[in-house]
T-cell receptor
Framework: GAGVSQTPSNKVTEKGKYVELRCDPI?????LYWYRQSLGQGPEFLIY????????DSGLPNDRFFAVRPEGSVSTLKIQRTERGDSAVYLC???????????????FGPGTRLTVL | AQKITQTQPGMFVQEKEAVTLDCTYD???????LFWYKQPSSGEMIFLIY??????QNATEGRYSLNFQKARKSANLVISASQLGDSAMYFC????????????FGSGTQLTVLP
């Protein structure tokens, strides 16, 4: 079956512009996560959705970052007034449920590489 | 707060040899899970193996095994019979039980398998 998909694969923008990054999770997965991976680092948590609601947005760095998942499937990460420091790979992951135990394998998409010039 | 430490930025191993990638963690929780992911140059994170904090046996998945030493708070990944396709970045990660659903990752180890 289809895995997690993310579009675009690459996005180049200018400082101050607005960008949207899209994540299409595995069908039926209720939990969706966004991570940011800077060069040479491990992914860092941004936000977690359970269904349509953001259950935990504690990782969003500031109010320029916002994410939605209006119908409980596709999610969009929105970044306003982009800064050069926002340049990173943005990873999306989904899992069948966010509420089951500890073992909760997250399936990752290929990421969107964002470059802010 | 959770923290994952991977002290080996890069490792080299000869093809067909075994290699151990180190991971130590810090948590005050009793219930947690430890994961290893592989990230090839293509960028996608591939799940390899999982160990629960209450699991008494070390986890194994094919050529991957996890050397779990709870008292030392270490969860090292052992790859046996290395293959050229194993060359990639490897990340150790932790997940707490309870409200925190996200994974906390280490900084990774770049493994290069030499022919």
């Amino acid at each position: 079956g289809a895995g997690v998909s993310q579009t675009p694969s690459n996005k180049v923008t200018e400082k101050g512009k607005y960008v949207e990054l899209r994540c299409d999770p595995i069908s039926g997965h209720t939990a969706l996560y966004w991570y940011r991976q800077s060069l040479g680092q491990g992914p860092e948590f941004l936000i977690y959705f359970q269904g349509t609601g953001a259950a935990d947005d504690s990782g969003l760095p500031n109010d320029r970052f916002f994410a939605v998942r209006p119908e409980g499937s596709v999610s969009t990460l929105k970044i306003q007034r982009t800064e050069r420091g926002d340049s990173a790979v943005y990873l999306c992951a989904s899992s069948p449920s966010g509420t089951s135990g500890i073992y909760n394998e997250q399936f990752f998409g290929p990421g969107t590489r964002l470059t802010v010039l | 707060a959770q923290k994952i430490t991977q002290t080996q930025p890069g490792m080299f191993v000869q093809e067909k040899e075994a290699v151990t990638l180190d991971c130590t963690y810090d948590t005050s929780d009793q219930s947690y899970g430890l994961f290893w992911y592989k990230q090839p140059s293509s960028g996608e994170m591939i799940f390899l193996i999982y160990q629960g904090s209450y699991d008494e046996q070390n986890a194994t998945e094919g050529r991957y095994s996890l050397n779990f030493q709870k008292a030392r708070k270490s969860a090292n990944l052992v790859i046996s019979a290395s293959q050229l396709g194993d060359s990639a970045m490897y990340f150790c990660a932790m997940r707490q039980y309870g409200s925190a659903r996200q994974l906390t990752f280490g900084s990774g180890t770049q493994l290069t398998v030499l022919p």
